[in-house]
């Protein structure tokens, strides 16, 4: 199986791109995942929290790897 390449962007102020450490991969992307929530006025249940949750820990294994 070759390597897949995944690409996350983070927006910082004035929506430029940022680079994400790795050591911060899964806080990047559960506050992220949190954010988009927010803004469309959804609720988080802890239920899909949870399924967010272990979607953030799969990519921050994927970019370890």
């Given at each position: 199986?070759?390597?897949?390449?995944?690409?996350?962007?983070?927006?910082?102020?004035?929506?430029?791109?940022?680079p994400v450490?790795?050591?911060?991969?899964?806080?990047?992307?559960?506050?992220?995942?949190?954010?988009?929530?927010?803004?469309?006025?959804?609720?988080?249940?802890?239920?899909?929290?949870?399924?967010?949750s272990?979607?953030?820990?799969?990519?921050?294994?994927?970019?370890?790897?």
């Open positions: 199986m070759s390597k897949k390449v995944i690409t996350i962007q983070v927006r910082g102020e004035h929506a430029a791109a940022k450490l790795r050591s911060r991969l899964e806080q990047s992307v559960n506050r992220s995942l949190r954010a988009s929530f927010s803004l469309e006025g959804n609720n988080i249940t802890n239920t899909s929290w949870s399924k967010m272990q979607a953030a820990r799969f990519l921050t294994r994927v970019a370890a790897a």
